[in-house]
């Protein structure tokens, strides 16, 4: 009774925290398509090789990361809804994807999307991937979260997005 007791009050402080964070809100377009990155490694992977992001609006070159960045050297694209976004929230289905170089070589790639609506970090799902290794990703992940959230420093209302390329 006592074991079954401490189970519930952890799983109650789990939720209060935050859980999971916010169901994303566009789950029937979870699979991807050219403008959407889907979500998870066995999906996302694939995704990315099909080069969809390219057709997207795309930083010219690779460039040394920004002050904040932890991504290296990189080049970022931002798909039409985060690239055509003004002031305030993103929209729902805002993405970008960053290629991660070493030299001219892409080396690993980092995807954010913003899945449900709301201005905070469970609002958006992350992906990174560098080398051959294994992925960090998740919805509201929280080492992504961590680095993101200052973005909101540099522009007001557009948390968690360095760049938006337009």
Not at 13 to 40: F, I, K, M, Q, Y
Not at 53 to 67: I, L, N, T, V
Not at 74 to 83: E, F, M, Q
Not at 121 to 132: C, L
């Amino acid at each position: 009774m006592r074991r079954s007791l401490i189970h519930v009050f952890l799983a109650l402080g789990w939720l209060a925290c935050g859980g999971a964070g916010p169901a994303p809100s566009d789950d029937v377009n979870s699979s991807g398509d050219a403008e959407t990155p889907p979500r998870g490694q066995a999906a996302i992977e694939p995704w990315i090789a099909q080069g969809f992001y390219r057709s997207w609006k795309c930083e010219p070159a690779p460039h040394p990361a920004s002050p904040f960045g932890a991504h290296g050297e990189n080049r970022v694209c931002s798909n039409d809804l985060l690239s055509a976004a003004g002031a305030g929230e993103f929209p729902v289905g805002s993405a970008s994807v960053k290629e991660i170089y070493s030299g001219t070589e892409i080396v690993g790639y980092s995807v954010s999307r913003h899945t449900s609506a709301g201005t905070s970090g469970d609002t958006w799902y992350w992906y990174e991937r560098i080398g051959t290794g294994g992925a960090t990703e998740g919805q509201g992940n929280g080492t992504c979260v961590g680095c993101h959230r200052l973005a909101g420093n540099q522009r007001q209302g557009h948390d968690y997005v360095y760049t938006q390329v337009r």
